[in-house]
């Protein structure tokens, strides 16, 4: 009897350790060790060609390589990347499922009154690309200096082009100019970059906002001057175009970027593999050749890092969100 009661007890802890075996191997942290182990899909917020889809196309490319994995792109534009937002928000949290959006999604609860997702519901993984935003005018415009251009705003009212309401691009100027600047603008919203600069060319506007790479090509030819960029020094590609800091105004720093994200409750082990892939990749000469041509500026983050430059971007977009009063049904 006692031979028996010990070898029940010996063999308690193995039969224990055979089913919490059995449960850890069916469970999705074991299952992360094996990650990737089928494709990957890019959810892209915007339309092919565009900035976040350029990016998602040469990263992606590049990651299949390095996770020995398929990542298929999948185009889902409207309402500013928020649709593509509000599906990557809904799936599981495995990591199959990537979203590519831009800094509109810094701002979508502030800006949004009625809302398909929270912030909650995605975790960043990576912020790779960013381009400054620009204020131009026509090479005809009178002011030639910001400075000359806000003179000209206190004398009478001006206006400015973005590529559209409620983007970055409207929101940095609106808030640069009534909070900064302190004088009365009217916005012209256009359905995109390109109308916007035509608007300005023609003298339809007084000025143009708007990220570089979408107006990349008419600044270098000097189809439009630009005035001002709001990164922290001088691109190197336009050397002639002068920092907000340095015409009067050192805290305005406004970039356009390119984030990837994924379901809140992925695994931090998860992203901490997709974070290093995609950083081995931006590290590749023929990547950073490719974004350069793209006027595409690049940060290499830790998982760590990107989160704390995630939510300052929230605070600071939704600050200036907030201060313009502008919001969307």
Known sequence: MTGTVLTRRAALPLLLAIGLGSVLSSSPAVAQGNYPSRPITMVVGFAAGGFADTLARLVGGKLSERLGQNVIIENRGGAGGNIAAAVVAKTASDGYTVLVTTTGISFYEALNKNK???L????VVAIPAWA?????VAPTYPAKTLAELIQAGRRKSINFATPGAGTASHIAAAYFFKELAKIDVVHVPFQGGAPAVNAAVGGHVDALTGAVPGYAGQLQSGAIRGLAI????????FPNIPTYAEGGFPTFKA????GIFVPGKTSDAIVAKLNGAINDVLALPDVKEKLATQFMQVD???PTETKAYFDSEVKTWQTMTTTI???LN
């Open 116 to 118: 398909t997702f929270t």
């Open 325 to 327: 009063g502008l919001t």
């Open 255 to 258: 970039t356009t970027w390119v």
């Open 132 to 136: 400054p935003e620009t204020l131009s």
């Open 300 to 302: 290499r983050r830790s």
């Open 120 to 123: 909650d519901e995605l975790k």
């Open 230 to 237: 709001a990164s922290e020094k001088r691109l190197p590609q």
